[in-house]
Nanobody, 118 residues
Framework: QVQPVESGGGSVQAGGSLRLSCTVSRYRNYCMGWYRQAPGKEREEIAR????????IYADSVKGRFTISQDNAKNTLYLQMNSLKPEDTAMYYC?????????????WGQGTQVTVSS
């Protein structure tokens, strides 16, 4: 059973930083991603990482502020979030690809709340 488990959310003032973590049972050569969903809005993909190559792709809304990274030894994905804005407030989800080398995300974590106050 592949079940991503997120941690690291919380409340922070605008301009602050948070780091989210996501641990998954199988990791290497799988595509991993971070999504977020704010109240009343659709779920948005904000970053993905091809764990085998290390290639990362970001949404324009977070480019230059967020960094996705990995620790292969720990099967853990990270999202470092800097220069946070109130509009970053959302539930953040980790997603894992359903098969190797595919970014068809089929496994989702339970989500972790990030709240940014002005």
């Amino acid at each position: 059973q592949v079940q991503p488990v997120e941690s690291g959310g919380g409340s922070v003032q605008a301009g602050g930083s948070l780091r989210l973590s996501c641990t998954v049972s199988r990791y290497r050569n799988y595509c991993m991603g971070w999504y977020r969903q704010a109240p009343g809005k659709e779920r948005e993909e904000i970053a993905r990482l091809y764990t085998g190559s290390g290639i990362a792709i970001y949404a324009d809304s977070v480019k230059g502020r967020f960094t996705i990274s990995q620790d292969n030894a720990k099967n853990t994905l990270y999202l470092q979030m800097n220069s946070l804005k109130p509009e970053d407030t959302a539930m953040y989800y980790c997603a894992a690809g359903t098969k190797a080398f595919s970014c068809a995300f089929g496994y989702w974590g339970q989500g972790t709340q990030v709240t940014v106050s002005s």
